[in-house]
């Protein structure tokens, strides 16, 4: 069962992810009295995230540990002064610990031959969803306010059934807003992404869901500055074991093939992250992150990412 969106599909899924990441991303910021247009960013960003277990209906049930590995390119870049768009997509790594759960395409009815079984404890691999969006900057200053939407399609029609399964293989279009605060004669600055995510249905089920990162930082000096983060995915879907009335005993039909697809995914991760700027041109960010609350989700253990940043 994937994990919802750490990356953002990223992503993502996930983000995506979280995976994504992926998916909320932020612009180019020029300082004032300076053109944005004609600028951009290259953003290379790998994450790693171990989760154990799956929080259902009933608590948490042992279904065993899953490995995951992305990497996310995207490109950035200012069409005008207030326009910005962005495009990108993630390579996931994928690993199903031989737990007691494992999703096998032979034993569903009628089995399934045609569809690679992923849960053999061996990496599972491949590019999931294109990413792309814009974001436009309708409000800068001491508040600013930039709304946004991003796009996701599948790269390929890779599997989705399984426990190392690298995405959903769902179309998914989220719309919303960057909001970002700095309060006056200060080195801190607070900022909320606000997204609502419409996802293609699957056996007429709604997963369409709320996408919310808040985040407090503080610049400590002219390279370096700190971040408190907060990630909340929260919407409609099915859950486990109330909408599997045969759970754990028949479970081979329509409805637990497409299970992961239809499930709420819902999650609260909390973290603390450092950028540091190299240079005009380059600089690095990471972060950690943890699960703090999981609803119909494999539960996070934790999720480490780092950034590296071009500017041109």
């Not at 004032?32 to 049930?61: A, C, M, P």
């Not at 031959?113 to 053999?120: H, K, Q, R």
């Not at 930082?217 to 074991?241: D, M, N």
Request: glycine share 10%.
């Amino acid at each position: 069962m994937p994990n919802g969106t750490l990356f953002r599909y990223c992503v993502l899924s996930t983000a995506a992810a979280i995976g994504s990441l992926l998916l909320l991303t932020s612009g180019v910021n020029a300082a004032e009295g300076e053109s944005r247009k004609g600028t951009g960013q290259i953003v290379l960003t790998y994450q790693y995230n171990l989760t154990d277990g799956f929080e259902s209906d009933i608590g948490e049930l042992p279904i065993g540990s899953i490995d995951t590995h992305v990497m996310n390119f995207e490109v950035q870049y200012a069409l005008t002064d207030r326009l910005t768009v962005i495009v990108g997509i993630p390579y996931v790594v994928k690993r199903y610990n031989n737990g007691p759960l494992p999703h096998d395409p032979l034993l569903l009815s009628p089995p399934r031959p045609y569809i690679e079984n992923v849960d053999t404890g061996s990496w599972n691999t491949g590019f999931q969803d294109l990413n792309f969006g814009a974001k436009y900057w309708a409000k800068e200053g001491t508040f600013s306010i930039a709304p946004f939407f991003f796009f996701g399609v599948p790269s390929s029609e890779y599997p989705f059934f399984g426990n190392a399964a690298i995405g959903q293989q769902l179309t998914r279009l989220q719309v919303g807003s960057s909001f970002m605060w700095y309060p006056g004669l200060s080195n801190g600055y607070l900022r909320a992404d606000v997204g609502y995510v419409f996802v293609e249905e699957t056996l007429d089920v709604s997963v369409n869901h709320w996408l919310i990162r808040a985040e407090g930082g503080y610049q400590f000096g002219p390279r370096i500055t700190g971040r408190l983060f907060g990630l909340l995915k929260k919407g409609s879907g099915l859950a486990v074991p109330t909408d599997y009335p045969g759970f754990p005993d028949q479970l081979n039909d329509e409805l637990w093939y497409q299970h992961d697809r239809m499930l709420k995914h819902n999650y609260l991760n909390i973290g603390i992250g450092l950028d540091y700027a190299l240079n005009d041109r380059y600089s690095l960010s990471g972060n950690y992150m943890e699960m703090v609350w999981a609803d119909q989700v494999n539960i996070l253990e934790y999720a480490v990412t780092l950034s590296l940043t071009r500017t041109f």
